[in-house]
């Protein structure tokens, strides 16, 4: 017989991974007590203010701004990559469209993601030429599975269009209004990085392995599809529509925080204090609903947020930027259950900067356990 023996272990670990850190960047930096988000040294609320989402990713990417010939290269090398695989878009109207909004997203990509040149070629040069194809790739898709929702055709893009411009023109059919695209192309710039959230690190690991960039993104996709990480600004947006006024508003938010009720959009696991990317969109969020006639919208997130940033704001519990970007998609006119792709289109740029960033000598990321169960020895011959 075999006597049981006890494991030992010198390993600590937190519970999801809390408080532990997976390495160093020089990517983005996030005050979590100060309410501070910077990318590359620069603070969101001055590359919201000056910078496109365009000079934003590229800047998240290769580490920093383009001067203006680099901007135009740049630019052209998105727009050369705007027409995905026919058969992405053939793949599309074989979904229902039912499906997850992000399901059917990813779906489009991975078959695109076939014909991706050099689609085998993991070298790290290889790697670095594929951001912009994936962007706009990403876009044309991500704007055709937001019409497949609608029971819409996709819509071709145009080259006289900025990335947002030509997203919003993809996804609405119609030409968007200035205002409108600096809106959503403010959402883009706030969004584009947060460090090794829970879709950047599963992003992170593939590519570890020796996966290719699409392989890596596909994954982040996939972690992005929970409620609970990529889902949330669809939830709330829904809590809102729910309130009539901003009185009902006040008096709902009193009783449920009187529940113990979550409010999604509410609270984060860094910032125990105001979300700056709140305050980058906010007033781009006022202005596109008070031009559609949609000012209550305003009045009654005010007036929530603030039942439940003055009960629950001591204990570091605030608005988050997934209470803020559906009040700047729904007057633009998409679907709340198609909230998260933008998210998700947005955020792919951070993922792909830190994989390329971890790609020249980083390990297969390969975390251990503690083991907790019972004592090891038993066996056949013990029973």
Known sequence: MIASVKVASPQTYGRGLEGLVAGDTRIGAIDGALGRLFYRGYSIDDLVRYCSFEEVAYLVL???????????????????????????????????????????????????????????????DAQWRRPARILSWTASLAAAAIRHLQGLDPVAARDDLGFSANFLWQTLGREAKPQEVRAFDASLVVQAEHGLHAACFAALSVISTGADLGSAVLAGMGALSGARHGGANQLSFEMMERLDDPEAAREWARGALARGHRFPGFGHRVYKCPDPRVTALAPHARTLLEAAGLKDRWLVYESLRHEVEVTLGPKGIYANVDSITGLVYHPLGLPPSAFPIPFCLAIQAGWMAHCLEYLPDGPVIEPGAVYVGDPVGFGFDSI
Do not use: M, S
């Open 62 to 124: 290769f580490g920093e701004l383009a001067d203006d010939r680099l901007v135009r290269e740049w630019k052209g090398e998105l727009r050369r990559w705007r027409e995905p695989p026919p058969a992405a878009f053939a793949a599309l109207a074989l979904l229902p469209a039912t499906a997850h909004p992000l399901a059917q997203y990813r779906t489009v990509l991975t078959v695109a993601a076939c014909h991706i040149p050099e689609a085998e070629n993991t070298a790290l």
